[in-house]
């Protein structure tokens, strides 16, 4: 079956633009999560999703940044008014219940702000 | 100071080796150790799980976690050069509700096998 996929793979942006990150994650998990990774660094975690439950934000750096999962599927992460330390990949996971430690994840969005 | 620690590498070992990948942590709090490979301009994925102190032996992949001396490893034997990856460690503590099974990952390790 498909796994997640996300939207764009690359994306150059000047800074102070906004620019908006697509996740699909595996049909039917319920659970999202959305990661940066910097050069050289571990993942750092931003957001989770869990069903129509709120979503833990306490990752999020600034307030330029948010979230949203619709219909409890695709998520879109936003970031307003970028900077040139929000150049990373931004990851994207799926698993099937917030129970599990298997986390799908997806190719990244490799983000440039120049 | 970070809560995982890992060596980012990188690590160059002949194919055939034998490959021994580390990390190391600050809270006994955690109690489930993974480790993810994620190859050049891919995402992560889970390679080995274990939430106990012993080894766990997967065909050439061993995990091994000591938790008295909060250090975790991961073994590679017969190394091949489609092994070659960055390999982060991941863990959590339990019965963490409030963002799910939310991970600590480590920077990660660079892995490069060569024929």
């Known amino acids: 079956g498909a796994g997640v996929s996300q939207s764009p793979s690359n994306k150059v942006t000047e800074k102070g633009k906004d620019v908006e990150l697509r996740c699909d994650p595996i049909s039917g998990h319920t659970a999202l999560y959305w990661y940066r990774q910097s050069l050289g660094q571990g993942l750092e975690f931003l957001i989770y999703f869990q069903g129509n439950s709120a979503p833990d934000k306490s990752g999020l750096p600034s307030d330029r940044f948010s979230a949203e999962r619709t219909g409890g599927s695709v998520s879109t992460l936003t970031i307003q008014r970028t900077q040139q330390e929000d150049s990373a990949v931004y990851l994207c996971?799926?698993?099937?219940?917030?129970?599990?430690?298997?986390?799908?994840f997806g190719p990244g969005t490799r983000l440039t702000v120049l | 100071q970070k809560e995982v620690e890992q060596d980012p590498g990188p690590l160059s070992v002949p194919e055939g080796a034998i490959v021994s990948l580390n990390c190391t942590y600050s809270n006994s709090a955690f109690q489930y150790f993974m480790w993810y490979r994620q190859y050049s301009r891919k995402g992560p994925e889970l390679l080995m799980y274990?939430?106990?102190?012993g080894n766990k032996e997967d065909g050439r992949f061993t995990a091994q976690v000591d938790k008295s001396s909060k250090y975790i490893s991961l073994f590679i034997r017969d190394s091949q050069p489609s092994d070659s990856a960055t390999y982060l460690c991941?863990?959590?503590?339990?019965?963490?509700?409030?963002?799910?099974?939310?991970?600590?990952f480590g920077g990660g390790t660079r892995l490069m096998v060569k024929p």
């Open positions: 996971a799926s698993t099937p219940t917030s129970g599990s430690d298997t986390q799908y």
């Open positions: 991941a863990m959590r503590r339990p019965g963490q509700n409030n963002a799910g099974n939310m991970l600590t």
């Open positions: 274990t939430y106990s102190s």
